[in-house]
């Protein structure tokens, strides 16, 4: 694995690292760690790489690399960098004939999704992208589980934080700068950076597509110039209707995503501050409180979890499910045999292109109060 971003300087690249070592398919070999030569140089030294690995441009790691022979150079390019510098080093490193991990959201227009979606199925590298919340094991559930609801009727997902409820954006010196800033984040401030996690927890867990939706869009804090706060009433496929709420100035809140989804006859929640349940909710009997790590859970949550009940899992371990499957995968098609169906359990290109949807429909739908339903942007 090479790294662009997640240098000293940078807040998610440490937890992809840590996940991607977890299973030990995978190995750090390169990076260029940040937007300052310095800092990538130190980083590189701090992670004990050599030196004439770590780079200070990602065009300069992508053609050296290229130079090295197949046995050392990186198999695969890990992107964690602001929004707007997802899109080249990913284009460059498909063109490259590297295969690509990115974070969401995909790209910063959804333009660039589509080149990266045209991209991927020509050259058949595999690209994944890190929604993380649904690689929990009892997300996994959550989707055996809701075959015990009947029909399902009403979805509701929420993403409350609280951290950016003052423009802490003007004191510098933290990643909120481009997080609310619209050349470096996209059209959407709230809605791209954890709505796009909610609205694909939401389609994740019911199998089911939003085709329309009526949004509101706010910019809560005053003179920040996008969004803080977003919510929208969702129509899913089959009548299905959902209500998502992604807020960042929910004062007290963490980092709580949570998703209730009711049938006729049942329902199920979970939410990521309390990640090892599932909820599962009955018409005629008391609730079930499913614990992951026990026998009785699914193949798929037990594929995805690595410690007996009651030994607690979490965020990392999440991303290592999708560091983990996207790997097997990776191996399985080099050696020109089929990825099992486990393997192939991470969110794609295809994610990261409705991810950018969901960002331009929810613009479009969230500062005009002239209509009320808008169809989903394709
Ligand atoms: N999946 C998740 O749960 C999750 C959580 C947090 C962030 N993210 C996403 O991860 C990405 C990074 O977020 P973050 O909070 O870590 O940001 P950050 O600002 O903390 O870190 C960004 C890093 O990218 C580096 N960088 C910027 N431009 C670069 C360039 N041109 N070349 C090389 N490095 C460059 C910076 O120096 C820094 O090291 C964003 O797209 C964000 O939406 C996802």
């Not at 694995?1 to 300087?9: N, R």
């Not at 695969?76 to 707007?84: C, H, R």
């Not at 979490?314 to 790997?327: D, T, V």
Request: glycine share 10%.
């Amino acid at each position: 694995m090479g790294m662009v971003g997640g240098g000293s300087d940078a807040f998610i690249g440490a937890i992809h690292r840590r996940a991607a070592f977890m299973d030990n398919q995978i190995e750090l070999v390169c990076g260029c760690f940040s937007v300052d030569p310095e800092i990538s140089k130190s980083s590189g030294h701090s992670y004990y790489l050599p030196e004439n690995r770590v780079y200070a441009t990602y065009q300069e790691m992508f053609e050296r690399e290229m130079q090295l022979s197949a046995d050392q150079r990186m198999d695969f390019v890990s992107i964690v960098t602001p929004n707007k510098w997802h899109f080249e080093p990913a284009m460059m490193a498909l063109e490259r004939g590297f295969h690509v991990v990115l974070d969401k959201p995909m790209t910063f227009s959804l333009e660039e999704a589509y080149a990266l979606q045209k991209k991927v199925e020509e050259t058949g590298l595999t690209l994944a992208l890190t929604h993380v919340y649904s690689a929990f094991p009892a997300v996994k559930e959550a989707r055996i589980a809701r075959g015990e609801l009947g029909k399902l009727r009403r979805i509701y997902v929420e993403y409350p934080q609280g951290w950016l409820a003052e423009r802490i954006e003007l004191q510098g010196g933290n990643n909120a700068g481009w997080r609310t800033d619209p050349k470096r984040s996209g059209k959407a401030g709230c809605a791209g950076d954890i709505g796009t996690h909610a609205w694909h927890l939401s389609e994740y867990v019911t199998g089911l597509k939003v085709q329309e939706l009526c949004g509101e869009l706010t910019a809560f804090v005053p003179g920040r110039p996008i969004d803080d706060d977003c919510t929208a009433f969702m129509r899913y496929e089959g009548g299905v209707k959902g209500v998502l709420m992604a807020s960042q100035i929910a004062v007290g809140e963490a980092n709580d995503i949570r998703i209730r989804v009711y049938g006729e006859k049942g329902g199920i929640e979970w939410h990521v501050e309390d990640p090892n349940i599932l909820i599962v909710k009955h018409l005629d009997r008391p609730e079930e409180h499913l614990l992951v790590g026990n026998g009785y859970m699914g193949d798929e949550a037990k594929w995805n979890t690595r410690t007996p009940g009651g030994h607690p899992e979490g965020f990392i371990e999440a991303f290592a499910n999708i560091y983990r499957n996207f790997a097997l995968t990776v191996m399985a098609r080099s050696r020109g045999e089929k990825p099992c169906a486990d393997c192939l359990d991470f969110p794609t290109v295809y994610d990261g292109v409705r991810g950018l949807q969901f960002i331009e429909t929810i613009v479009k739908a969230g500062y005009d109060d002239t209509q009320k339903w808008v169809k989903w942007v394709e």
